[in-house]
């Protein structure tokens, strides 16, 4: 039950603060927070719980839906759910914080689909049922419309119908993709399921596999985004209001690498690993055309959105490397990045609140002037361009050695994307804060409300980089959900590949 | 005739009756409101007496009709779209300066034809059916004779309507003159004996494709869509949408089933052409179009070709989807009507993209209801058109129908573009409208209907599985 809680609390803070907005924003405000953090407390909660986290599932809970079809209201977690709703009611209250100013006009609403947006991607990290996945799958999609098209910059509606689409058409062939196989289990054993667990291993002919695994990995390179559709995300990124713009890189993305780890492999094992070869060039492809992108935007938003691109080339270098080390790095970068592009998004807007421009070659010059939101700045720049110490170095390096071991051309060439991305994180140091200004700035330094959002983040990023152990260790928990079906299909299939499955040396896990 | 027979008839007597009764009404004493309500009345005894019918059936009055769950299920959606309609339709036409009350009884009269029509087995029924329909519809869609386009609109729908009755009839005749039968279930034995079609057979059936295509409005008889729903008075436009082509659907079903129509591979891939034309035309028109009026007909032909989808599919589950998405599209489409129902002025049907900016802003409730009903005719979660959809592609996997889903599913994200865009016109935040339609104050009836309506869609998207459940064990045909 307490999973089912855990997704209707914001729905409840969604409904109350979009009635209590009529009387007090203020009060709006603080419901739309408490909800989140409450939730954050919840799932905290429960990961002290685990302490060790032996188990493989935590909480399960099933109720009928729609029986006729075999759907079900099935939510489960895992060590890999339970890290990604703990970063997604993170980021959410910050990105309630974040919009505290910034948002005046009808912040009712805006609460009302900002929550909206977080308990659709709640429900896709829990949900056990494809069917329910989808459900929660479509409805990130709407609010999140809103959020752009209202609230967003000059471009908002472009940015928002784009956004839209892309995913659409991603969500739709995944849903052809899920009665697929829907159909195809129906028809081996008789019983017509969404269920998760049920269609695990479903046998069928390699083709259809094939083509099947292609339909729900559409849908999850669209969200991620890998390079040929990619061009979405800068567009919305750089459109939405800061809230938004966190939610998206921090969470939204996030989702699409998730339903790669969750359903995309475990799935479809076979023909995930015949595709391995091109999603890891597609991964390579979009770091380096990622970084390359970013380096030569003139908008801070939008070179931060670049890096997104890139980075999530590692994740999708990493998911297909299929070994436990890569595996934990992708992991990890789901998370750091979320926090540390999160963090530059809200940097971002912060700049944005004091000099009304994201123009970079307006920029400059700016450290004297605000030195703290410099060294902050400095500090989730360090962690893109994945300065040792700090979590996003952590993240890449276990996807370099996972993929090392998978494929060793492509390996060297993501390798390069490091160089890159210190070229453009380094430029945006310069830009904004070094070098001339045209004019005096007479600004205010971050207040209270911006250090109380900003230093968790910097906390958690550099906990992240020298103490991992704990995420690590609540991974270690969804192996075994994981790769229950992988595993076997390796031993089988690809015998030399069984080494692989092995931890390596370099392996950072703490209970091997 | 036996008491049976009447009784299995129920809602239809309802519904003539109501006609005539209405009829003397209004010589008597013309009075708006009292014809209002007393054709409210109408159609909630027909409503109701679609109850007691379920424990005959199946029941066949040779040779003209047949009462099965099917059709006792279609009769309960045509009755209760039309009570959505004439609820919607009061205030509609008091603001109007034509006489109001003959509209009702037209209306019940047209209603009265699609419940002959759900229930034929047989041509001279389904001639009746459709002829009765027609005409009524002729008279509907020009009622607002002082508009400009009203005219234009009742032409045009009575030469076409006229034309393909024509070509109907034609077929039929052939059909009739080489088989000696005109009960689908003969047909479908002569056939079966037979072996083979006979070509005058086969132009027959082609005839009467044409003939039906025509009031479904699919591709490529779609032409006089737009133009009708433009001029029509919304009520109508929403009964055209809705009950006429459901009606005709539903008699297109019975007589593939009847005489085999899945044999025939050549009338199965013509079906699925025109599906795949449909789609894409349909969608591809409703792209552009700054008119709400003209965007929801040529969504419609697009609607059609999805539920030719679910019927292409030919299984069981083809046909569950068909009465689900009925019910889901039903209500979904009169509500859009409704609300531009609501939102018109008298001076001029509030009909424009233009004249929904910022409506949020203004009048938020009547938008969001809006919203919800163009995203359930988009087909996105916790709408009813999204089981609805969801239905029909899960029918068309169960028939390996993967291209036609594929083309589907293309359509599906094209229809989204032009149905966010409206969703977006009603959230624009900065400007205000130049002129508009939209009055003041709104009817209250109409909102609540329109609750009504929301409260419908949102409960079939989150709890399907009562409806579901019902079209279950309703969905059987008999032959």
């Known amino acids: 039950m307490i999973l ?72 489960a977690m895992d060590g890999l759910s339970l890290v990604m709703l703990v970063l997604t009611f993170f980021l959410g209250a910050l990105s309630v914080l974040v919009s505290w100013n910034e948002i005046r006009w009808r912040a009712g609403f805006f609460h009302f689909n900002l929550l909206f947006v977080i308990t659709g991607i709640a429900g896709v990290f ?58 195809v289990h129906a028809a081996n054993t008789g019983v017509y399921t969404f269920n998760y667990f049920d269609l695990l291993h479903t046998p069928m002919a390699r083709s259809l596999s094939q083509w099947l695994m292609l339909g729900f990995l559409i849908a999850f390179v669209v969200k991620l985004p890998a390079v040929p559709f990619h061009t979405w995300l800068p567009d919305a990124h750089t459109e939405a209001p800061t809230a938004g713009s966190v939610i998206l890189a921090g969470l939204l993305l996030k989702t699409g690498a998730y339903g ?137 390096f276990l996807i370099l050695v996972g993929s090392w071991q998978a494929n060793r051309p492509l390996t060297v060439l993501a390798a390069i994307g490091l160089v890159i991305a210190t070229i453009y994180s380094l430029r945006i140091m310069q830009k904004v804060f070094f070098g001339q200004t045209e004019r005096q700035f007479g600004l205010p330094d971050l207040n209270t409300r911006e250090w109380v959002m900003l230093a968790p983040l910097v906390l958690v990023i550099i906990w992240l980089g020298v103490y991992p152990k704990p995420v690590l260790k609540m991974l270690n928990t969804a192996r075994g959900t994981l790769n229950a079906a992988r595993g076997t299909l390796h031993v089988a299939e690809a015998p030399d590949n069984t080494k692989r499955m092995q931890p390596s040396a370099f392996s950072v896990e703490p209970n091997q | 005739m036996t008491f049976d027979d009447l009784l299995s008839l129920g809602p239809l007597f309802n519904i003539c009756g109501g006609a005539v009764i209405a009829m003397l009404l209004v010589a008597i004493w013309r009075n708006h409101r009292l014809v209002y309500y007393f054709t409210l009345l109408v159609y909630i005894l027909a409503l109701a007496s679609v109850v007691p019918v379920a424990k005959l059936l199946p029941h066949i009055i040779a040779p003209l009709v047949v009462v099965d769950m099917f059709a006792l299920f279609n009769s309960g959606a045509i009755v209760g779209s039309g009570l959505i309609i004439v609820l919607l339709s009061y205030n509609y036409f008091e603001e109007r300066e034509e006489r109001k009350e003959e509209y009702y009884l037209l209306l019940l009269l047209a209603t009265a034809g699609a419940l002959v029509l759900v229930i034929s087995r047989h041509f001279m029924s389904l001639f009746l059916g459709l002829e009765m329909l027609s005409i009524s519809l002729y008279g509907l869609i020009a009622y607002l004779r002082a508009r400009q386009r009203s005219d234009e609109a009742g032409i045009k729908y009575l030469i076409l309507a006229a034309l393909s009755s024509a070509f109907l009839l034609f077929g039929m ?100 052409i025109t599906a795949v034309a449909s789609m894409f035309v349909g969608n591809w028109l409703a792209l552009t179009q700054q008119n709400i009026k003209r965007m929801l007909a040529y969504s419609s032909i697009a ?15 083809g046909l569950e989807a068909i009465a689900f998405y009925l019910v889901a599209y039903f209500p979904t489409s009169i509500g859009a009507f409704g609300v531009l129902i609501v939102m018109s002025s008298s001076v001029q049907d509030a009909e424009t993209a233009e004249d929904y900016r910022g409506l949020f802003w ?50 599906s994200v094209i229809g989204l573009y032009y149905y966010i ?27 609540i209907t329109l609750g009504l309506v929301v409260l419908l869609l949102v409960g079939l998207g989150v709890y399907p599985s009562a409806m579901m459940q019902l079209i279950q064990q309703m969905m059987t045909l008999i032959r």
Not at chain 1, 10 to 17: C, H, K, N, R, W
Not at chain 1, 145 to 164: D, T
Not at chain 2, 421 to 447: D, H, S, Y
């Open chain 2, 173 to 272: 005749a052939l059909v009739y003159g080489f088989t000696g039968h005109m009960d689908f279930p003969g047909i479908g034995a002569y056939l079966q004996q037979a072996g083979s079609v006979p070509l005058p057979v086969v132009a027959g059936f082609g005839l009467m494709l044409i003939g039906i295509g025509f009031k479904l409005g699919i591709v490529p008889f779609h032409m006089w869509a737009p133009d009708i729903y433009e001029g029509a008075p919304l009520p109508v436009a929403a009964f055209v949408a809705t009950i006429s082509k459901g009606g005709v659907l539903v008699v297109l079903i019975r007589f593939f089933q009847d005489v085999n129509g899945t044999q025939y591979t050549m009338l199965w891939w013509i079906l699925a």
């Open chain 2, 362 to 411: 203004r009048y938020p409730w009547v938008a969001l209801a809006f919203t919800v009903m163009l995203l359930s005719l988009a087909g996105i979660p916790l709408t009813a058109g999204f089981i609805g959809k969801f239905y029909i592609v899960l029918a068309g996997a169960d028939g390996n129908h993967w291209f036609l889903l594929l083309m589907l599913v293309i359509n």
């Open chain 2, 303 to 317: 609607h059609l070709g999805y539920l030719l989808v679910a019927f292409l599919a030919g299984k069981q589950s």
């Open chain 1, 4 to 75: 089912l809680y855990i997704i209707l609390i914001p729905v409840i803070g969604a409904l109350l603060s979009w009635l209590v907005s009529a009387r007090s924003v203020t009060l709006c405000r603080w419901i739309a927070l408490a909800s989140l953090l409450l939730d954050l407390v919840i799932v905290t909660g429960i990961w002290l719980d685990q302490g060790d986290g032996g188990k493989g599932w935590l909480y399960n809970w099933q109720a009928p839906w729609i029986p006729q079809f075999g759907i079900t209201l099935h939510l």
């Open chain 2, 421 to 447: 865009r409206i969703v977006a016109m009603m959230f624009r935040t900065t400007e205000t409208p130049q002129r508009t339609f939209i009055k003041p104050a709104l009817p209250l009836a109409g909102n």
């Open chain 1, 260 to 396: 790669i780890l969750r359903f995309v492999l475990p799935l479809f094992p076979a023909a995930a690993q015949d595709f391995a070869p091109w999603a890891m060039l597609l991964g390579v492809a979009g770091i380096l055309y990622g970084g390359q992108l970013a380096y030569a935007q003139p908008d801070f938003k939008r070179l931060v959105a670049y890096t997104s691109v890139s980075h999530m080339g590692f994740v999708l270098l990493g998911a297909f490397a299929f070994n436990e080390v890569a595996y934990q790095g992708v992991v990890m970068q789901m998370i750091t990045h979320g926090i540390s592009t999160g963090a530059l998004f809200m940097l971002a807007g912060v700049l944005y609140e004091r000099i009304h421009t994201r123009e970079l070659s307006r920029m400059g010059g700016l450290w004297p002037v605000l030195p703290a939101m410099g060294t902050v700045t400095m500090i989730f720049v360090m962690a893109s361009l994945g300065l040792p110490g700090l979590g996003n170095f952590i993240a890449e």
């Open chain 1, 126 to 183: 829990l949900t056990m049922d494809l069917f329910l996945f989808y459900f929660f799958w479509e409805v990130m999609l709407i609010p999140m419309y809103f959020l752009i098209g209202i609230w967003g910059h000059e471009r908002r509606e472009y940015a928002a119908y784009k956004f839209f689409i892309f995913t659409q058409a991603g969500g739709l062939l995944m849903l052809l993709a899920i009665l697929g196989l829907y159909f």
